[in-house]
C-alpha cells in the first residue's frame, strides 16, 4: 500500500498579508505553494495546512512558533519579503531560525534577476529551527510558481540531511 511505513510529511503554509487576512481579496499564493507541494509529494502521505495572518510580528512568531512545537517538517510563508514599511518577514524569520540557509534563496534571486530585475529586491531567506525547514517566499504566484520550482529541486535533500541521513 503506498505511503506504508513511511512517516507522514507536514507542512504548513503561512500567508502574510493584512488585506487578504481582512477578506479584501483572496490568497493566491499560499494556494499556489499547496498545488506545488501536491504535485511534487504525490506519492508521499502529507499533511498541508495553511492559515493567512496579518502583516504582524507577533502574529507571525506564533504561527512559526505552533507550526515548530507541531512538528512540521516544512513552513513556507509568503509574503512579506519586499521593502515596504509593513513586510517584516524575513527579519522574524531570521530571529526565529537557528540557522539560516542563503544560498537557495541567493540562487533564485539572482536566476531571475538576469531576466526580471525586480526579483533582485526581494529579501526572501529560508532557515531551520530544531528540525524544521522554514522557506520565506514573495507574495505574488508568479514568484511563487518560480521559487518553487527551484526549492522543490533541493527539499528532499536538505530533510536528510536535518535529520541527520543525508551526506
Known amino acids: ?16 498579508s493584512d488585506r487578504a487576512y481582512r477578506g479584501v481579496y483572496e490568497d493566491k499564493s499560499g494556494p499556489k505553494i499547496k498545488e506545488k507541494l501536491e ?7 502529507t499533511e498541508i495546512t495553511s492559515e493567512i495572518v496579518p502583516d504582524e510580528k507577533d502574529i507571525l512568531l506564533k504561527a512559526l512558533e ?20 509593513r513586510d517584516i ?23 531571475y534577476g538576469q531576466t526580471i530585475p525586480n526579483a533582485l529586491i526581494s529579501r526572501s531567506v529560508a532557515g ?7 522557506y520565506s517566499l514573495p507574495g505574488s504566484v508568479k514568484a ?3 521559487y518553487m520550482n527551484e526549492i522543490l529541486l533541493t527539499v528532499d535533500h536538505l530533510m536528510l540531511m ?3 541521513e543525508g551526506h
Do not use: S, W
Open 89 to 111: 518577514t524575513p527579519e522574524v524569520v531570521t530571529e526565529f531560525a537557528d540557522k539560516i540557509i542563503p544560498g537557495i534563496m541567493d540562487h533564485i534571486r539572482l536566476k
Open 66 to 85: 505552533k507550526a515548530v512545537f507541531g512538528n512540521a517538517d516544512l513552513i513556507f510563508t509568503t509574503g512579506g519579503t519586499g521593502v515596504g514599511p
Open 144 to 146: 511563487v510558481d518560480e
Open 1 to 16: 500500500m503506498p505511503g506504508e511505513n513511511k512517516k507522514q510529511l507536514k507542512i504548513h503554509i503561512i500567508t502574510l
Open 39 to 45: 504535485e511534487h509529494y504525490k506519492d508521499t502521505v
Open 162 to 164: 536535518v535529520c541527520g
Open 128 to 134: 531551520i529551527r530544531n528540525r524544521t525547514i522554514i
